[in-house]
């Protein structure tokens, strides 16, 4: 089962230096992760940017020269569609999800929400929507998915060492290493939750109870 990966989570995990972690978290073989073609580029011009340290640059780009590139899309209406649908979707984007269309049982992982929101926005009923129903995995799946395999602490020190560069995490860590984790998961449940609902049910399938039936 192939995983298209965006260049947005690969910096986010690699700030949380959770990417040696990934194909376990994922639970997928290292020749199943696919990375944009243009990736490399991206992260590199990032790093030129200052929008994250060098450390962090050189672990995705060591995260992606070990893994292979998304091939030339066979089918381009999926690509057009999706790039018709305006600017919240960039040109990476377009392409992991045009090729996630193309093959039915892969999976995309990404920390754009814009683009999951503008999808969103087309309905459950809509085509695309519903080809790509529960099969994107979010970057906050990723943190419970942590959570669930190393253990609250372990999540912690992750999150501490990324927690300037993801909003999610200076609202569910405010407190440092001295989060509670109540506190601390709840923080990234709700952003699953509202990520989920905004993108008409985009998301792998979690069982995370509303907060009403939590309270």
């Known amino acids: 089962m192939f995983h298209f990966h965006d260049v947005d989570i690969l910096l986010k995990l690699a700030a949380c230096e959770l990417l040696d972690d990934l194909t376990e978290l994922l639970a997928v073989k290292a020749a199943d992760i696919r990375i944009l073609e243009t ?6 011009r990032l790093g030129k940017k200052g929008t994250y340290p060098e450390r962090v640059i050189s672990r995705a780009i060591r995260f992606c020269e070990a893994h292979e590139e998304i091939t030339t899309l066979e089918n381009t209406v999926a690509a057009e569609a999706l790039s018709a649908l305006g600017d ?3 040109a990476g984007e377009v392409i992991l999800f045009a090729s ?7 999976r995309v992982v990404t920390g754009d929400k814009r683009a999951l929101r503008m999808l969103g926005k087309l ?5 695309v929507v519903r080809s790509l129903h529960g099969r994107v995995v979010c970057f906050e799946e990723l943190l419970l998915r942590t959570f669930e395999a190393r253990g609250f602490d372990r999540l912690c020190k992750h999150c501490h060492a990324g927690v300037e ?3 999610v995490l200076r609202l569910a860590f405010r407190s440092g290493l001295a989060t509670e984790q109540d506190e601390a998961l709840e923080g990234i ?3 699953w939750r509202a990520l989920n609902r905004e993108s008409s049910g985009l998301l792998v399938a979690r069982s995370i109870p509303s907060q009403r039936n939590e309270n």
């Open 100 to 106: 996630a269309l193309e093959n039915p049982t892969s």
């Open 189 to 191: 449940r709700s952003a």
């Open 39 to 44: 990736a490399i580029f991206k992260i590199r």
């Open 88 to 90: 919240g979707m960039d």
């Open 123 to 127: 309905g459950k009923d809509h085509k």
């Open 165 to 167: 560069h993801d909003g």
